[in-house]
């Protein structure tokens, strides 16, 4: 079995009342992640999301930029832009962009989105979303592949005309999913999936629809990344670990309730430490190489700094996750 690799994710935000001011925040975050470079990470990943009071970042090509200016080795990745929000023609531009400033390290991550919210913020249809997903990497395949913007889909009809810069071929292009139907769009579209799932239990399922999917549209998991974004956290002892994630991840779960049109605040009380990869680090490598027998993920990333946390206990959480977790779990594969 190959052996994994392994990222961090960010978002950018800082749940309310934010104590540091956005400019600093958003430095002691791009410093995390040129540590996250040093310690040895594959991959950063952004996220966005709009109209969050916490600072959720809503421009993860911007912010990509700005990490390929600070670093040299580490793929940027975008996990994931909510293409239906955004004119496919400037995601491919700003894409293309992020491709020159960083001599080819964008992984390009896109989704469907579906917090009506925002797309009635945009002004975007919110039935209309698969149509102008797949509209949309039509259209950046095809201008990223040939240098030509002429495109006609459901959604948009383009001129023909150049298109520059041209990144290199294979540009990757991911998209993220979890309902079967949208694992198998994915299947046929993209170049690999992107999962999110916080408690183990839930990743088995996961796996088999992705592995379906690659089945039913001919393709090789040896070509196709499942890719598993979740939480971790580690820390000298059980105890620690969980004081110090456990309120972050009851902030994170209250923001997903809210989404849903939920109310009810919760707190780490709340929670199920056992459902989180939350621990001393051989406990938590134990835990990922035991899961691995049966989910073979080629890739797992975790929140590089979860809301609440100091940029001390977050640097040293990284830091204590690739000096001792990720070897163990290397070695084993």
């Keep these: 079995m190959p052996q994994p690799s392994f990222g ?32 040895g990470y594959d ?10 009071a916490d600072g959720f ?8 930029a700005a990490i390929a200016a600070r670093t040299s080795r580490i793929r940027i990745g975008t996990n994931i832009l909510l293409l239906p929000l955004h004119h496919p023609l400037r995601v491919a ?38 149509s102008r997903l797949e509209d949309g990497i039509g259209i950046i395949r095809r201008t990223w592949r040939d240098g030509r913007t002429g495109f006609e889909g459901r959604r948009y009809t383009l001129p023909d005309g150049p298109f520059t810069p041209q990144p290199a071929p294979g540009a990757p292009i991911y998209v993220g999913a979890v309902a079967p139907a949208a694992v198998q769009r994915a299947a046929r579209l993209a170049d690999g999936l992107l999962v999110y799932v916080t408690a183990e239990r839930d990743l088995p399922p996961r796996y088999q629809a992705y592995t379906a999917a690659l089945a039913a549209a001919g393709r090789s998991a040896a070509t196709f990344p499942f890719v598993w974004t979740g939480v971790a956290h580690v820390a000298a002892s059980a105890d ?17 309730r809210i989404a849903r049109g939920e109310d009810r605040p919760i707190t780490a009380d ?64």
């Excluded at 991959?43 to 969050?52: A, D, I, K, P």
């Excluded at 970042?57 to 990509?64: E, K, N, Q, R, Y």
Aim: charged share 20%; with cysteine; hydrophobic share 45%.
């Design 43 to 52: 991959t950063v990943w952004l996220s966005e999301h709009h109209g969050r």
């Design 57 to 64: 970042a809503p421009s993860p090509l911007v912010a990509a």
């Design 8 to 39: 961090v994710l960010h978002d950018f935000s800082q749940p309310l009342p934010a104590t540091v001011p956005w400019p600093a925040y958003y430095a002691e975050i791009l410093d995390l992640i040129t540590d996250a470079e040093r310690f």
């Design 270 to 333: 709340d929670l199920d430490p056992a459902d989180f990869l939350v621990g001393p680090p051989d406990q938590v490598a134990d835990r990922l190489i035991t899961l691995r027998e049966t989910v073979p993920f080629d890739h797992f990333a975790f929140w590089g700094r979860l809301p609440g946390l100091t940029v001390e206990q977050a640097r040293r959480g990284i830091e204590t996750f690739a000096r001792q977790v990720i070897p163990a779990v290397r070695a084993a594969a």
């Design 240 to 256: 620690q670990a969980w004081s110090e994630a456990g309120p972050c991840l009851a902030y994170l779960e209250d923001q997903l």
């Design 93 to 130: 531009e700003d894409g293309a962009v992020v491709h020159a400033v960083s001599d080819g390290r964008l992984i390009l991550g896109v989704g469907r989105g579906y917090a009506e919210d925002e797309f009635a913020l945009f002004q975007a249809p919110l039935d209309q979303r698969t």
